[in-house]
């Protein structure tokens, strides 16, 4: 390590590497902690695997809303993996280290997924709308055509909300006493606070960038199932009813689940600085495995055709 009087007179300073963590505190039992979170990427890879085995090898599952949730449960796959090398190299092996542009790396795809996941949310919400609102034109307002636009829509809209971040972050110089991270991944305001230089942009366009991707998309959100409950409300019998809300709640508590955590998340980095390391830590963890591990679960149980479709995978049935 540099000694303060040996880097005074370096202009412009990046380091070569990070020096990652696992949970505060509990460093000692870092094997033991290995084994849930090894169950837990299993899990998640699992289940949102064959999920998407699922939807390709039945026919009847190919519409819009299972499409959809094809996205969700790749995005999923995606969060998952993103996370998952350094976190387990971390716990397993206490392999700390991260190359600074490795880091920058893994930031891009942790958080493009991030986006990815809150876009194809909102996506999933305008399915249900017009499933509810306007069922006879369904399928002609959702062709195949249509949910593609929507896929590419998504990709781009991530990649280019997401592409600034790296370069950002790489015009600052940072201080060589600070390379220990508060994560066993590279999240975007703990590398900035590295930085031994003004961070208003970056501090500013990370904001931005939460604004516009999962704080509209919450706020639309909100609004199609306003739209929904108002299509539901005009029904004529309590039956039809039941059953219109009955097909937005898988969407319902997966909206939940990556929301909540996420918000808490943002939350907790701008006002909670002066909260336990191992309250980041825990927040962060559930925020980016939480979902992934429960989706599967939540649509496995909440829908009948996917839980049929994946019941066949597992035994080697290929359509039905």
């Not at 509209?216 to 539901?232: A, G, K, Q």
């Not at 600085?273 to 149980?301: E, K, T, W």
């Amino acid at each position: 390590m540099l000694s303060s009087q040996s880097y005074v007179n370096i202009s412009f300073f990046q380091p070569a590497f990070f020096l990652m963590i696992g949970i505060p505190g509990l460093e000692a039992i870092h094997g033991w902690i290995s084994i849930p979170f090894s169950c837990m990427y299993t899990a998640a890879l699992t289940g949102n695997c064959l999920i998407l085995l699922a939807v390709r090898r039945t026919p009847s599952l190919h519409q819009p809303m299972y499409y959809f949730l094809s996205m969700l449960a790749l995005t999923d796959v995606g969060l998952t993996l993103s996370t998952m090398p350094t976190t387990l190299a971390v716990l397993w092996f206490d392999h700390r280290l991260i190359a600074f542009n490795a880091c920058l790396v893994q930031m891009f795809f942790l958080h493009s997924f991030s986006v990815v996941e809150s876009s194809v949310l909102l996506a999933m919400s305008f399915d249900r709308f017009v499933a509810i609102s306007n069922p006879l034109h369904y399928a002609a307002v959702l062709t195949n055509n249509v949910i593609i636009r929507i896929g590419l829509a998504v990709v781009a809209r991530a990649t280019f909300s997401l592409f600034p971040l790296p370069f950002l972050l790489k015009r600052l110089n940072f201080c060589p006493n600070k390379i220990l991270l508060s994560h066993s991944f590279c999240f975007h305001p703990d590398i900035m606070r590295r930085a031994c230089a003004d961070i208003t942009i970056n501090i500013c366009y990370g904001l931005f960038v939460v604004v516009s991707t999962g704080g509209i998309d919450s706020l639309l959100i909100i609004l199609s199932y306003t739209l929904i409950l108002c299509t539901v409300l005009g029904l004529a019998s309590p039956r039809e009813r039941i059953r219109a809300l009955n097909t937005c709640v898988s969407h319902i508590l997966a909206v939940f689940v990556f929301f909540i955590p996420g918000i808490t998340m943002s939350m907790i980095h701008r006002f909670g600085r002066h909260l336990p390391h191992i309250v980041h830590a825990l927040v962060a963890y559930v925020y980016l495995m939480v979902p992934p591990v429960l989706n599967p679960i939540i649509y496995s149980v909440k829908s009948k055709p996917i839980r049929e479709a994946m019941l066949r995978v597992l035994r080697g049935k290929g359509q039905g």
